[in-house]
């Protein structure tokens, strides 16, 4: 097991959840900075909110799509006071995912043992990704890096 909380299982469902989901006062996002890369891996959140919230829960009602997409991105970046970015319009600065939504998944995590000194990390891979556009390069195309690095930190 590697993460798995059980805080928000109340009643037997995660009824709890998709209600602070649904609520517009719920800001999506979670770092560390890294600090526990060797004990879980939050990278898998994103596609996990994505293909169980709104595609595979079945007790329950779903969240659709285009809340949970809008809270990951235009939500996400006022809170951080990013007015430039989150949404897809002109002039704005846009990181771009076409997904293909039927085939979105997660692989099971890998160790990873390749940070300095042989520090382990662990991994999680997502498939369904068909193309990623940052700052209009391709970082990935079906699924796979294509080498390209444009991104460039900011600070909020």
């Known amino acids: 097991m590697l993460l798995h909380p059980f805080e928000n299982y109340n009643g037997g469902d995660f009824g709890v959840v998709h209600d602070m989901l649904a609520d517009s006062a719920t800001v999506m996002g979670l770092g560390d900075a890294g600090a526990h890369v ?5 990278g898998a959140g994103p596609t996990y ?7 595979d829960r079945r007790r329950g009602p779903q969240l659709p799509l285009e ?12 809170v951080y006071g990013l007015h430039d970015r989150g949404v897809l319009a002109p002039g704005k600065k846009a990181d771009i995912n076409i997904i293909d939504f039927g085939a979105l998944d997660l692989l099971p995590p890998q160790v990873a043992y390749d ?5 382990r990390r ?3 891979r997502a ?7 940052v ?22």
């Open 38 to 42: 060797g004990l879980i891996c939050d």
């Open 49 to 55: 909110l994505l293909k169980y919230w709104a595609r």
């Open 67 to 78: 809340l949970l997409v809008k809270k990951q991105t235009q939500d996400t970046a006022a």
């Open 115 to 119: 940070l300095p000194t042989g520090g």
């Open 122 to 124: 662990l991994l999680q």
């Open 127 to 133: 498939r369904g990704y068909r193309h990623t556009f």
């Open 135 to 156: 700052s209009g390069v391709e970082v990935l195309r079906d699924d796979e890096l294509t080498g390209q690095t444009p991104g460039r930190l900011i600070r909020a």
